[in-house]
């Protein structure tokens, strides 16, 4: 029993570290999409150049800019 009892902490803690491991890099890789996210509005917000270019009636930086 004590053998059985040993292999079994020594199998949880060998995939309790690496389910740590997998539950830190999906957080980081969360964490990292919704940075991303939150940038890519501000960055549309903040800038004033897709509406402008729509208002002036210019359709190819229109396009540029929001391709870019």
Known sequence: MKDTAIQSFNIWSKFGTEFDN??????KYKLAIKE?????????????SLND???SKDMDSFWRTWRS
């Open 36 to 48: 991303k996210e939150r940038f890519n509005v501000n960055s549309f917000s903040d800038s004033d």
């Open 53 to 55: 270019a729509l208002s």
């Open 22 to 27: 997998m539950k830190r890099d999906k957080l």
